[in-house]
């Protein structure tokens, strides 16, 4: 395929046994907006960043969560153009497969298929990896499936992930908030919390995007007004967890949020400590705080009156 | 004579209560020559799908192994076996794909699919599907197989009296036919056995 000068493949092993190409292929994801996926034990939800490169957009338009079938959604970080490219072929993949045994496709051929597909573009003449990870959430027979696929062809099912910029810290915050049995409600809540975690600006329903799928096996983007509900609901509750005073949960994800970030933002709360506890603790408050670099630690002791 | 009556045939299927029943005869004949009285017409697909071929005895085979094929290799990729609707999805589809140049028989496909309910249905040469609730008929004694279930068929059948029903149905059909017979190969299927037997009838 391709020119006859370029019948040789441009992935090639170096010394050290590494594909070159899709190491720089991973770089490219890993550049590429913050996307994740929760598997709940009903459902699975996958959300990403919608962040449009200036405020003229039409950001009703753009649409990074993509339906394979009516029960398989698909999310990426990386190159846009390629994530598009793959989707047209997985989707003609998935229907051939209905086609043929008048089935709907599982979930776990389906991302087999698509990873084939990336595999071959590491090995033929001509073509480069795709630069997109993809997440892919699925519910059929099985019950709920939320798989990665990888630029170099390689998947794997996780529980919980996620790819782009703010990878390590988003893996972190879901190591530590995954349940095995979560429900999806949590699960949605659980993904905004994790997609704060590393956002540049205020989150809104215009900048982020998710997608979710039931026990109904329907795969469906929440509007921007359902969005908007569960980001109420996650202020709420987060409101209600400072006005209690809970510990431990907050302070770990306190020293989560400064270690390895661009920046900390946080202010001082006014009002006193009504918990009885001892402790070092973090407050943020809702307003904008002021940015502090990454090395101030800011420790406030408060002590039992 | 046609070409779907070179080697003779007769297949059919009955639904019964959570079991069905797969028969045909054991006949290969070239023409009016007979040349073995133990041809195997059916064959299984896995433990709950059974597919019956009736017509050209080289298309029988060749077709029968090409599904197997097909078969296995889905079982290794969706590590479970086919559904019969799926399977009869398949079927049809292979089938159209010699549109132009089809393979000269028609399938009778039974199993057990979700909840043990039988599924069962036939498909001419060219892959159009027929559903049937009771049963279904192949083969050059069709239109005499037909009147015989018609009349012996009932609903809701334990697997002895389906046996039985599916038996009489085929012995009497095939009589009337001369390219027929030479005993009969019947197979009843429940959720927990597969009953094999063979029937001895008019040796002619």
Redesign the interface.
Known sequence: MGDSQYSFSLTTFSPSGKLVQIEHALTAVGSGQTSLGIKASNGVVIATEKKLPSILVDEASVQKIQHLTPNIGVVYSGMGPDFRVLVRKSRKQAEQYN?????PI?V??LV?ETATVMQEFTQSGGVRPFGVSLLVAGYDDKGPQLYQVDPSGSYFSWKASAMGKNVSNAKTFLEKRYTEDMELDDAIHTAILTLKEGFEGEISSKNIEIGKIGADKVFRVLTPAEIDDYLAEVEESAAATRRTGKIGNEEEESKMMTGGRNYTRLSIDSQKVSGSVCTPRWFFSRERGVKISPSHHLLICFHKR | MSIFEYNGSAVVAMVGKNCFAIASDRRLGVQLQTIATDFKRISKIHDRLFIGLSGLATDVQTLYQRLVFRHKLYQL??ERDM?P??FA??VS?ILYEKRFGPYLCQPVIAGLGEDDKPFICTMDSIGAKELAKDFVVSGTASESLYGACEAMYKPDMEAEELFETISQALLSSVDRDCLSGWGGHVYVVTPNEIKERILKGRMD
Not at chain 1, 99 to 103: N, Q, V
């Open positions: 086609r043929l045994y008048k089935e599982p776990t051929q087999r | 990729r969706e559904k609707e799926t999805s398949l589809a």
